[in-house]
């Protein structure tokens, strides 16, 4: 299994302003993942983070609004830039063992 | 709480009941198929994998059924308890190297004391 931890566990943000997310986790992974889960909606992948090269984005999501970082084997940032209203959701980060480990989450309410 | 499943289908059942929860899942060339549990105000928890070489897998109180003809996922859990109230998804993995989850719309399960 892996341990995975977030920062923060939630905030709420004005709009206009930006947050970054972090993931920690226990042991070294190569591949880290980050995720959005809109309310009362399923998970939907933002994008593939890997040590050492740029992050691989899904379609709908740009780097310039979600840059991410992922300078070690244990840890990753993603940045929700520029938010509105729209951005509140869970983000959820997760890690590729065995199988994919899911952090807690983080709990964004955007006003 | 969380919003998680507010607006998902919704599975009720008693008490030491069986319950079966279904999932369609889009590609056919998907190859890794995973069953996650997530109550309210927490990530999803893994509870059971399969891989696409085989039709069952059984763990402690649930079992996961693969129909690739159909592209049918179930789990089954025995003798359901009000623990396992939470929202369920079923997770699919294509096999493109990246290993990225592609979920499916979750189902929420309330066990009835």
């Known amino acids: 299994s892996a341990v995975i931890s977030q920062k923060p566990s939630r905030d709420i943000c004005q709009r206009g302003t930006s947050l970054t997310i972090q993931c920690q986790v226990d042991?070294?992974?190569?591949?880290m993942f980050w995720y959005r889960q809109q309310p009362g909606q399923s998970l939907t992948l933002i994008a593939t983070?890997?040590?050492?090269?740029?992050?691989?984005?899904e379609s709908g999501f740009v780097i310039d609004k979600f840059p991410i970082s992922r300078p070690n084997l244990t840890f990753s940032t993603l940045t929700v830039s520029n938010m509105s209203p729209e951005d509140s959701s869970i983000y959820l980060c997760?890690?590729?063992?065995?199988?994919?480990?899911f952090g807690p989450g983080t709990r964004l309410t955007v006003l | 709480g969380e919003n998680v499943g507010l607006h998902l289908p919704t599975l009720s059942v008693q008490e030491g009941d069986n319950s079966i929860i279904n999932c369609a899942y889009s590609?056919?060339?998907?190859?890794?198929f995973i069953w996650y549990k997530q109550e309210s105000g927490k990530g999803p928890q893994f509870i059971i994998d399969?891989?696409?070489?085989?039709d069952k897998r059984q763990g402690q109180r649930v079992t996961v059924l693969l129909n690739k003809t159909v592209k049918h996922l179930s789990l089954q859990i025995a003798a359901t308890q009000p623990g396992d109230s939470a929202v369920y998804f079923c997770?699919?993995?294509?096999?493109?190297?990246?290993?990225?989850?592609?979920f499916g719309s979750g189902t929420r399960l309330q066990v009835q004391p």
């Open positions: 042991s070294q992974v190569t591949m």
């Open positions: 590609n056919s060339a998907s190859d890794y």
């Open positions: 997760s890690v590729d063992r065995d199988t994919q480990y």
């Open positions: 983070a890997n040590q050492g090269s740029e992050a691989t984005y």
């Open positions: 997770a699919e993995i294509i096999p493109t190297g990246r290993r990225a989850l592609t």
């Open positions: 399969i891989r696409s070489n085989m």
